[in-house]
């Protein structure tokens, strides 16, 4: 699946050693904006070995990536149109002009499944206003929900329930217990542990919404 970089980053920063919250990138769609709980770029440097964010100045706790991407809808397209970070004297630095230096917006075609976001009204317990969900292939959104939070739930909840009755459940399973292998809590590696990381980050691992 071509999201796993993405879930696995969002996983490690979960249940690893760094407790704050870290900072979405940002999404702009009909004049709103919205927080990604998706790292978009994350898979792109995993297929770009030469660009480094290792490289990236950590200037804060809650952004241990060191960037701040923005995307935004335009016409049924995603596009990434900045990426904002500091430079070794920390000073601000637009990191779009280092990775695409002939690129005012570029089309996000290494990325496919279900993307999702959330604006930061109302929120409480991690739980947000409104929710923005969209399917995403070759570059192309063929289908966005936008839910308010009850909607959400109650969406959430019924795409968990029938990805459970399909056979990719297990999979998905060992798969998050395999990447979680490398960890010093052996407790982090039960099923337990795992079908509680699936249900939080159900959409990032079904590449379509699921239908009865």
Not at 93 to 121: C, R, T, Y
Request: charged share 30%; glycine share 4%; hydrophobic share 35%.
């Amino acid at each position: 699946m071509k999201k796993i970089i993405c879930v696995l980053v969002m996983i490690i920063w979960s249940v690893g050693s760094w407790a704050t919250k870290q900072k979405g990138d940002i999404l702009l769609y009909k004049g709103e904006t919205y927080e990604l709980r998706t790292y978009c770029l994350e898979l792109y440097f995993s297929q770009n070995p030469q660009i480094n964010p290792n490289d990236f100045v950590v200037w804060s706790t809650n952004l241990w990536r060191g960037y701040i991407a923005t995307f935004e809808i335009i016409e049924d397209t995603l596009y990434l149109t900045k990426i904002e970070g500091r430079d070794k004297n920390y000073q601000e630095k637009n990191l779009m002009k280092d990775i695409f230096p002939n690129e005012e917006k570029v089309k996000v075609d290494w990325l496919a499944g279900i993307i999702q976001a959330h604006d930061n009204s109302n929120m409480k317990n991690f739980e947000y206003g409104q929710y923005l969900l969209f399917e995403l292939y070759a570059d192309s959104i063929s289908e966005i929900k936008k839910l308010n939070k009850k909607e959400y739930k109650k969406f959430k909840n019924n795409q968990l329930k029938l990805l459970k009755h399909s056979i990719y459940y297990d999979i998905y399973i060992d798969e998050i217990k395999e990447m979680l292998k490398n960890s010093n809590d052996s407790s982090k590696l039960s099923n337990k542990r795992a079908m509680d990381i699936l249900d939080a980050h159900v959409f990032d691992y079904l590449p379509k919404f699921l239908t009865d």
